[in-house]
Protein backbone atom coordinates (compact mmCIF):
# COMPACT_ATOMS: atom_id res chain seq x y z
CA UNK A 1 0.00 0.00 0.00
CA UNK A 2 2.54 2.78 0.64
CA UNK A 3 4.34 1.62 -2.33
CA UNK A 4 1.96 2.60 -4.43
CA UNK A 5 1.17 5.64 -2.56
CA UNK A 6 4.72 6.64 -2.56
CA UNK A 7 4.14 5.72 -6.73
CA UNK A 8 1.60 8.07 -6.64
CA UNK A 9 3.50 11.07 -5.78
CA UNK A 10 6.48 10.35 -7.65
CA UNK A 11 4.06 10.62 -10.44
CA UNK A 12 2.55 14.00 -9.07
CA UNK A 13 5.78 15.09 -9.16
CA UNK A 14 7.09 14.61 -12.43
CA UNK A 15 3.30 16.02 -13.73
CA UNK A 16 4.01 19.30 -11.97
CA UNK A 17 7.64 19.68 -13.00
CA UNK A 18 8.56 21.53 -15.96
CA UNK A 19 9.76 19.75 -18.89
CA UNK A 20 12.47 22.69 -19.05
CA UNK A 21 13.67 21.50 -15.75
CA UNK A 22 13.22 17.99 -16.31
CA UNK A 23 15.96 18.61 -19.61
CA UNK A 24 18.19 20.82 -18.98
CA UNK A 25 19.10 20.15 -14.76
CA UNK A 26 20.35 16.44 -15.62
CA UNK A 27 22.87 17.95 -18.60
CA UNK A 28 23.65 20.65 -16.24
CA UNK A 29 24.81 18.53 -13.09
CA UNK A 30 25.98 16.23 -15.18
CA UNK A 31 28.55 18.54 -16.49
CA UNK A 32 29.03 20.39 -12.97
CA UNK A 33 29.72 17.78 -10.82
CA UNK A 34 32.76 15.81 -12.89
CA UNK A 35 34.40 19.10 -13.05
CA UNK A 36 34.15 19.76 -9.71
CA UNK A 37 35.26 16.80 -8.27
CA UNK A 38 38.52 17.13 -11.01
CA UNK A 39 39.24 20.82 -9.95
CA UNK A 40 38.00 21.59 -6.34
CA UNK A 41 37.76 18.19 -4.85
CA UNK A 42 40.26 16.20 -6.01
CA UNK A 43 43.16 18.90 -5.40
CA UNK A 44 41.80 19.10 -2.29
CA UNK A 45 41.85 15.61 -1.39
CA UNK A 46 45.26 14.52 -3.08
CA UNK A 47 47.86 14.66 -0.44
CA UNK A 48 45.06 12.37 1.97
CA UNK A 49 44.54 9.89 -1.02
CA UNK A 50 46.59 10.00 -4.14
CA UNK A 51 44.04 7.24 -5.94
CA UNK A 52 42.09 10.59 -6.40
CA UNK A 53 43.96 12.26 -8.74
CA UNK A 54 43.34 8.85 -10.67
CA UNK A 55 39.53 8.66 -10.32
CA UNK A 56 39.88 11.74 -11.73
CA UNK A 57 40.89 10.72 -15.34
CA UNK A 58 37.57 8.44 -15.13
CA UNK A 59 35.65 11.22 -14.94
CA UNK A 60 35.55 13.50 -18.32
CA UNK A 61 32.88 16.02 -18.44
CA UNK A 62 31.63 14.72 -22.14
CA UNK A 63 30.61 11.03 -21.23
CA UNK A 64 29.05 12.28 -18.03
CA UNK A 65 27.23 15.13 -20.64
CA UNK A 66 25.90 12.29 -22.40
CA UNK A 67 24.81 10.36 -19.22
CA UNK A 68 22.81 13.79 -18.27
CA UNK A 69 20.73 13.68 -22.20
CA UNK A 70 20.36 10.36 -21.62
CA UNK A 71 18.70 10.77 -17.90
CA UNK A 72 17.10 13.71 -19.39
CA UNK A 73 14.99 12.12 -22.13
CA UNK A 74 13.89 8.98 -19.81
CA UNK A 75 12.56 11.87 -17.26
CA UNK A 76 10.75 13.35 -19.96
CA UNK A 77 9.60 10.71 -21.36
CA UNK A 78 8.09 9.11 -17.78
CA UNK A 79 6.32 12.84 -17.49
CA UNK A 80 4.83 12.56 -21.23
CA UNK A 81 4.03 9.22 -19.99
CA UNK A 82 2.49 10.08 -16.70
CA UNK A 83 0.56 13.18 -18.55
CA UNK A 84 -0.85 11.20 -21.36
CA UNK A 85 -2.12 8.41 -18.80
CA UNK A 86 -4.12 11.81 -17.11
CA UNK A 87 -5.90 12.68 -20.00
CA UNK A 88 -6.88 8.86 -20.66
CA UNK A 89 -8.58 8.27 -17.86
CA UNK A 90 -10.03 12.16 -17.17
CA UNK A 91 -13.70 11.87 -16.17
CA UNK A 92 -14.73 15.21 -16.43
CA UNK A 93 -16.91 15.14 -19.78
CA UNK A 94 -17.83 11.11 -19.87
CA UNK A 95 -19.08 11.37 -16.19
CA UNK A 96 -21.70 14.21 -17.35
CA UNK A 97 -22.30 12.40 -20.49
CA UNK A 98 -23.14 9.02 -18.07
CA UNK A 99 -25.56 10.94 -16.19
CA UNK A 100 -27.19 12.22 -19.02
CA UNK A 101 -27.33 8.62 -20.31
CA UNK A 102 -29.20 7.59 -17.24
CA UNK A 103 -31.73 10.51 -16.35
CA UNK A 104 -35.65 9.58 -16.35
CA UNK A 105 -36.35 11.10 -20.11
CA UNK A 106 -32.83 9.65 -21.67
CA UNK A 107 -33.82 6.21 -20.42
CA UNK A 108 -37.26 6.47 -21.75
CA UNK A 109 -36.01 7.82 -25.08
CA UNK A 110 -33.73 4.63 -25.54
CA UNK A 111 -36.79 1.99 -24.32
CA UNK A 112 -38.98 3.44 -26.96
CA UNK A 113 -35.65 3.31 -29.37
CA UNK A 114 -35.26 -0.05 -28.68
CA UNK A 115 -39.12 -1.19 -29.12
CA UNK A 116 -38.83 0.70 -32.51
CA UNK A 117 -35.83 -1.19 -33.47
CA UNK A 118 -36.97 -4.64 -32.40
CA UNK A 119 -40.37 -4.21 -34.35
CA UNK A 120 -38.89 -2.60 -37.11
CA UNK A 121 -40.79 0.26 -36.91
CA UNK A 122 -40.24 3.41 -39.38
CA UNK A 123 -40.66 5.90 -35.90
CA UNK A 124 -37.17 6.60 -35.78
CA UNK A 125 -37.51 9.71 -34.19
CA UNK A 126 -36.28 8.19 -30.83
CA UNK A 127 -33.51 6.58 -32.68
CA UNK A 128 -32.06 9.35 -34.07
CA UNK A 129 -32.00 10.82 -30.73
CA UNK A 130 -30.13 7.45 -29.16
CA UNK A 131 -27.35 7.47 -31.76
CA UNK A 132 -26.90 10.93 -32.20
CA UNK A 133 -25.81 10.45 -28.71
CA UNK A 134 -23.23 8.25 -29.39
CA UNK A 135 -22.47 10.83 -32.48
CA UNK A 136 -21.66 13.57 -29.82
CA UNK A 137 -19.22 11.29 -27.84
CA UNK A 138 -17.52 10.00 -30.49
CA UNK A 139 -17.57 13.94 -32.12
CA UNK A 140 -15.61 15.26 -28.25
CA UNK A 141 -13.42 12.16 -28.68
CA UNK A 142 -12.15 13.45 -32.33
CA UNK A 143 -11.88 16.45 -30.56
CA UNK A 144 -9.61 14.91 -27.67
CA UNK A 145 -12.13 16.58 -24.84
CA UNK A 146 -12.16 12.84 -24.07
CA UNK A 147 -10.75 9.35 -24.92
CA UNK A 148 -11.76 6.37 -26.55
CA UNK A 149 -10.93 4.46 -22.93
CA UNK A 150 -12.66 6.23 -21.21
CA UNK A 151 -16.02 6.13 -23.96
CA UNK A 152 -15.44 2.51 -24.16
CA UNK A 153 -15.55 2.08 -20.32
CA UNK A 154 -18.82 4.09 -19.84
CA UNK A 155 -20.71 2.95 -23.06
CA UNK A 156 -19.47 0.81 -25.21
CA UNK A 157 -21.95 -2.19 -24.34
CA UNK A 158 -24.80 0.56 -25.19
CA UNK A 159 -22.93 1.77 -28.38
CA UNK A 160 -22.08 -2.11 -29.62
CA UNK A 161 -26.34 -2.90 -29.41
CA UNK A 162 -27.52 0.31 -31.02
CA UNK A 163 -24.78 1.18 -33.41
CA UNK A 164 -25.72 -2.52 -34.73
CA UNK A 165 -29.26 -2.46 -34.44
CA UNK A 166 -29.56 0.55 -36.32
CA UNK A 167 -26.96 0.44 -38.78
CA UNK A 168 -29.37 0.35 -41.62
CA UNK A 169 -30.66 3.20 -40.40
CA UNK A 170 -27.56 5.31 -40.12
CA UNK A 171 -26.06 4.11 -43.56
CA UNK A 172 -29.48 5.24 -45.23
CA UNK A 173 -29.21 8.71 -43.34
CA UNK A 174 -25.67 9.16 -43.87
CA UNK A 175 -26.19 7.97 -47.79
CA UNK A 176 -28.76 11.07 -48.05
CA UNK A 177 -26.32 13.65 -45.84
CA UNK A 178 -22.66 12.26 -45.54
CA UNK A 179 -22.25 15.08 -42.84
CA UNK A 180 -24.98 13.42 -40.31
CA UNK A 181 -23.76 11.14 -37.48
CA UNK A 182 -20.00 11.34 -39.76
CA UNK A 183 -18.29 10.28 -35.75
CA UNK A 184 -20.37 7.27 -34.54
CA UNK A 185 -18.95 4.42 -36.58
CA UNK A 186 -15.39 6.13 -35.52
CA UNK A 187 -16.30 5.82 -32.47
CA UNK A 188 -17.30 2.64 -32.54
CA UNK A 189 -14.90 1.28 -34.24
CA UNK A 190 -12.66 2.67 -32.17
CA UNK A 191 -13.77 1.39 -28.55
CA UNK A 192 -14.22 -1.98 -30.36
CA UNK A 193 -10.83 -2.69 -31.19
CA UNK A 194 -9.86 -1.24 -27.15
CA UNK A 195 -12.73 -4.37 -26.66
CA UNK A 196 -10.90 -6.35 -29.08
CA UNK A 197 -6.88 -6.01 -27.37
CA UNK A 198 -8.90 -6.73 -23.90
CA UNK A 199 -10.32 -9.70 -25.15
CA UNK A 200 -7.53 -10.60 -27.10
CA UNK A 201 -9.80 -11.69 -29.95
CA UNK A 202 -10.63 -9.91 -33.91
CA UNK A 203 -12.94 -7.03 -33.15
CA UNK A 204 -15.29 -8.62 -36.56
CA UNK A 205 -16.11 -11.54 -33.60
CA UNK A 206 -17.54 -8.98 -31.39
CA UNK A 207 -20.73 -8.55 -33.25
CA UNK A 208 -23.84 -9.84 -31.58
CA UNK A 209 -25.40 -12.74 -32.32
CA UNK A 210 -29.49 -11.79 -33.60
CA UNK A 211 -30.58 -13.79 -30.39
CA UNK A 212 -27.81 -11.44 -28.16
CA UNK A 213 -29.00 -8.37 -29.86
CA UNK A 214 -32.52 -9.26 -29.34
CA UNK A 215 -32.00 -10.00 -26.09
CA UNK A 216 -29.92 -6.17 -25.97
CA UNK A 217 -33.20 -4.74 -27.30
CA UNK A 218 -35.17 -6.41 -24.74
CA UNK A 219 -33.61 -5.44 -22.11
CA UNK A 220 -33.11 -1.83 -23.43
CA UNK A 221 -36.85 -1.74 -23.87
CA UNK A 222 -37.79 -3.01 -20.50
CA UNK A 223 -36.54 0.42 -19.39
CA UNK A 224 -39.69 2.24 -19.45
CA UNK A 225 -42.00 -0.66 -17.97
CA UNK A 226 -39.11 -1.03 -15.11
CA UNK A 227 -39.57 2.83 -14.68
CA UNK A 228 -43.18 2.06 -14.18
CA UNK A 229 -42.83 -0.27 -11.59
CA UNK A 230 -40.80 1.95 -9.06
CA UNK A 231 -43.31 4.36 -9.72
CA UNK A 232 -46.21 2.07 -8.55
CA UNK A 233 -44.37 0.95 -5.78
CA UNK A 234 -43.74 4.30 -4.91
CA UNK A 235 -47.28 5.11 -4.83
CA UNK A 236 -48.63 2.03 -3.86
CA UNK A 237 -51.99 0.17 -4.86
CA UNK A 238 -54.59 2.28 -6.15
CA UNK A 239 -57.59 2.50 -3.69
CA UNK A 240 -61.03 0.64 -5.69
CA UNK A 241 -63.62 3.20 -6.40
Not at 214 to 227: A, N
Amino acid sequence: MFKSLRWSWFKRFFESTSIVFLGVIPPLLSVIIPLLWKHALVPFFSGVRPMSVVLADFLPPIPWFITGVIISILLIGMQIRVAWRKKTYDPTWVIKYNDSFWIESFQDARSKAATALSKHSDDFSRVDMVIGFFDDLGFYESGDQMSAEAIHQHFYYYLRGYYQAAIDRIKELRGKEPAVWEYVEEIFLKTSTIEAKKNRVHRESLFLSPEDLEQFLIEESGLRSSKDEQTKDKTGPTSPA
